[in-house]
């Protein structure tokens, strides 16, 4: 799980932030926690280059990843991620990618994705659960050996949902509401208070107007 810090996190959410400066943290706190009570985890890796935020994480029991070179990107980070799991001798069983900006996510919602993904993965393929808006990708799962189709090959970013598709990945969790909203922006925030907020996320929006608070 990747998990930016420092004034770039959330970006595309500046003007929520100035008003709740704790919540890209909260966010980020929210979504591994889910994760790491998932029963189907085995463990959380998560890579973070903010050293203050990657205590609070290693506190909820998130293996942390510390980012050689912050700024370096989405994709960039991944791939020091991955490359951790295989030095660390993690890679025996398969693995996903899950973006840390999921506030609503709760545990069932991440067994039910990933149950849902298990029979591709057993047949050697990558499985993908698609963004609300059916553009992005919130979680891709794999192998990081193995055979070719089922290899995992993160391509987050603007349009992925196709890019994952074309690379044979298997579209899972689709009637997975919390799973797929993603917040990157104030209406998707919005989105995501109607869905129902992890209770970091919701604290720090606790007594803000809702109009204020995702202005």
Not at 55 to 65: D, M, P, S
Not at 72 to 85: F, I, K, N, P, R
Request: proline share 7%; aromatic share 0%; charged share 25%.
């Amino acid at each position: 799980m990747p998990v930016k810090g420092g004034p770039t996190a959330k970006s595309r959410l500046a003007d929520v932030v100035r008003h709740v400066p704790g919540l890209p943290e909260a966010i980020a706190l929210d979504t591994v926690e889910a994760a790491l009570a998932c029963p189907r985890v085995a463990s959380v890796h998560v890579v973070c280059a903010d050293v203050g935020r990657g205590e609070r994480l290693a506190a909820l029991g998130a293996r942390v990843v510390r980012e050689s070179a912050p700024g370096s990107g989405l994709l960039a980070a991944l791939d020091e991620g991955l490359a951790a799991l295989r030095l660390q001798g993690d890679e025996r069983g398969p693995v996903a990618v899950l973006l840390a900006d999921v506030p609503g996510l709760r545990p069932g919602d991440l067994a039910a994705a990933l149950d849902e993904a298990l029979p591709v993965l057993a047949a050697g393929g990558t499985a993908a659960v698609p963004d609300a808006d059916g553009t992005g990708t919130v979680l891709l799962a794999g192998w990081l050996h193995g055979p070719a189709g089922g290899l995992l090959r993160p391509r987050f970013g603007q349009g992925s949902a196709l890019a994952h598709r074309r690379d044979g990945a298997v579209p899972v969790g689709l009637d997975l509401a919390r799973l797929r909203r993603d917040v990157d922006t104030a209406a998707e925030l919005d989105e995501a208070v109607t869905l129902g907020l992890g209770p970091r996320t919701a604290s720090v929006l606790e007594g803000r107007p809702r109009r204020e608070a995702c202005a």
